[in-house]
């Protein structure tokens, strides 16, 4: 099938939704197109051997489900059967055509006779629900006839790869049509072919014999990315069998892509439908061996919440550690996304086995989100120290269906090429986009690729060729506002450089205390204070008790600071020590006997910072740091500590210290940063005469208004 026949038979099959137009939203005409699409080609696939099915079935009755399966479907020669005399053929003897009033039950007793992967799949499609809807709306004859249309005979000769073309092409239609749900399930094309050719690039075995490579995608939806990598293979060597697996929550997109498996005639039961956080469809084989694969890639979502499967996966973290998918930490409960790059990393090929490469989208937030210490600052070192950040490419913001943030590129891999062993490159591919024609919901550029568009520039392939170079520093010249700019495109880093040490700054607390009429006013507001004329006690009569004990002691208390005030109020004590010495005298002398809760309150109140004042020390004679002049600094690891303290804080705070049992290490991958350039304001002549210019426009347009 050439590409204008191809395109022919993609446009006619979606032009039957002209039919749905009313009863179907635009963005609901993928939910009776891609279903129907489906029954009508396994329709076309089983035509030939359905008198020898019907007939088989018929001496197979009482014989265990698994004999019947395989009997049935050695005879159709696909992974799938129907034993309903029923048929789309609308010349046929038993056509879903010849009975309109029973159309609808006719249709369902049609699904009901596949086998029960078919049946699965057009459960999750929930497609019984769009047949009754159909029938209600009087237009499922219409609809079921254009499906019979001749033109679509040619469903019988497509081969499996082709067919898989057409239907991956209505996929995209479909998500294109529906915008905002399209971006949890479906990743732009062109982004899906730059992260297959960033995987696939260094690979050099991919073009020798019949190859076999084994493709995993955790979070498929639709089953896009698998598709992509299957086809650039293939493109490779005809020879080379991928086996592609994936697993997805959602129904829909897991029955398309399922739907997708099963046309190209690949095994759709790797196709798995279950939370690959709380089930995991791939964690032990037939065999118990733990499942690894050649190729990992994924678009998960962004930010979404994991708060669902917090118990599985901190018991996970917690019982199994580095053994299980969490060893390394978990992020913040609103984005959930670094957890299936540890699920993925879980998944990789021991290196003397061959190792993984593994391509996934994120937006911004695991770069940097997290301080020291914390899931995915963790998550990071872990990652980095181990040597399997190999890349992080920027892309152009707008690029998918349902958000403009900016998304990037990881590659992940066990097995880095020499001279990458021990470096991160970070590419920024920002300026490599073109316009969209029509926007698509937040969709509206696209990475230029000439196979999809002739007149777009190579962007995949300039991209592909800056990873494949290596090359710090590598510049490329981009039309911005009309200004030509050469930019830096490529720069090269060490693991270390990612890498920070975040230490507590301290500086002592240096007080004053005075027993002034304000600051003892201050004394009432504190907590400490009021909870002594409290009480938690059921029993009335004892809370009363309690509550009147509390005021009288209160009331000691301000005897005491009023009586010391009668002795030192004018007095200004910056010594702490000199004025507990005198505190302690008066209560002393008044029998008053301050708790430890007590006497905190009194010092919180009667104490106010002063710069002048000496050293609070502790009990040890060390200085007590002031919580409210902590600060914290972030030193590289590639950096001395102590020289970077006395280099950078010691000459603006002398009397500072670090405290050591605070410092931990963090990872962070400020690509902004490294890619920042600074650009200097106009001159102010030009912005000037630049205003003149727009208030000569407005009088001029107000002339001829008032003229």
Known sequence: MNGETHSQLVNFIWGICNLLRGPYKRNEYRKVILPLTVLRRFD???????????????????????????RLQAITGHRFHNLSRMQFDKDGEHSLLNDPNNLA????????GFSPNVRAIMENFKFSDQITHMAEKNILFEVIKAFCDPKLDVLKTIPNEQMGG???????????????EAGEHFTPREVI?????????????????????????????????LSVAEEYIRQLNTQAKPQLFGQDFNDEAWAVCKSDMLIKGEDADNIIREDTFTKDGFDRDGDGNKWTFDYMLANPPFGVEWRQQLKYIQHEADTLGYAGRFGAGTPRINDGAFLFLQHMIAKMRPVEKGGSRIGIVFNGSPLFTGDAGSGESNIRQW????????????????????????????????????QRKGQVQLIDARNFWVQMEKSLGNKRRRIGDPQDKPKDPDHIAEITRIFTNFTDGETRTFSINDKEKELVVSKTFDNDDFGYHKITVERPLRLNFQASEERMTLLEELAAFKNLASSKKKNETIRQQEIAAGKARQQQIRDLLAA??????????????????????????RNVKLSA?????????????????????????????????????????????????????????????????????????????????????????????????????????????TA
């Open 105 to 112: 039950p006719n249709l369902n007793s049609y699904i009901n």
């Open 193 to 225: 072919k730059l992260m297959v050719n960033l995987l696939l690039a260094p690979e050099e075995d991919l073009g020798t014999g019949h190859v076999v490579k084994t493709i995993y995608d955790p979070a498929c939806g639709t089953g896009g990315m």
């Open 597 to 705: 809760p007590e006497l905190k309150a009194v010092l919180s109140a009667l104490g106010d910072r002063d710069e002048t004042a000496e050293i609070c020390t502790d009990r040890h004679g060390n200085p007590e740091p002031d919580s409210d002049l902590r600060d914290t600094e972030s030193v590289p690891l590639k950096e001395s500590i102590e020289v970077y303290f006395r280099r950078e804080v010691l000459p603006h705070v002398p009397d500072a210290w670090i405290d050591h049992s605070k410092t931990k290490v963090g990872y962070e991958i400020p690509l902004n940063r490294h890619f920042y350039r600074y650009e200097p304001p106009r001159e102010l002549a030009v912005i000037e005469a630049e205003i003149k210019g727009l208030e000569s426009e407005i009088l001029d347009l107000l002339r001829e208004v």
């Open 383 to 418: 990652i980095i120290e181990n040597d399997w950040l190999e890349a992080v490419v920027a892309l152009p913001e707008q690029l998918f269906y349902n958000t403009g943030i900016s998304t990037y590129i990881w590659v992940v891999t066990n097995r880095k090429e020499p």
């Open 44 to 70: 076309c696939q089983l035509a030939p051997s359905k008198k020898a099915v019907l007939q088989e079935f018929q001496t197979l009755k009482g014989k265990p489900e698994r004999v019947v399966q395989a």
């Open 564 to 589: 010391f005030a009668d002795t030192h109020g004018d007095t200004l004590f910056k010594d702490r020590k000199q004025f507990l010495l005198a505190l302690r005298d008066i209560d002393r002398a």
């Open 166 to 180: 057409v239907f991956e092409e209505l996929i995209r239609i479909g998500a294109e049509q529906s915008n905002e």
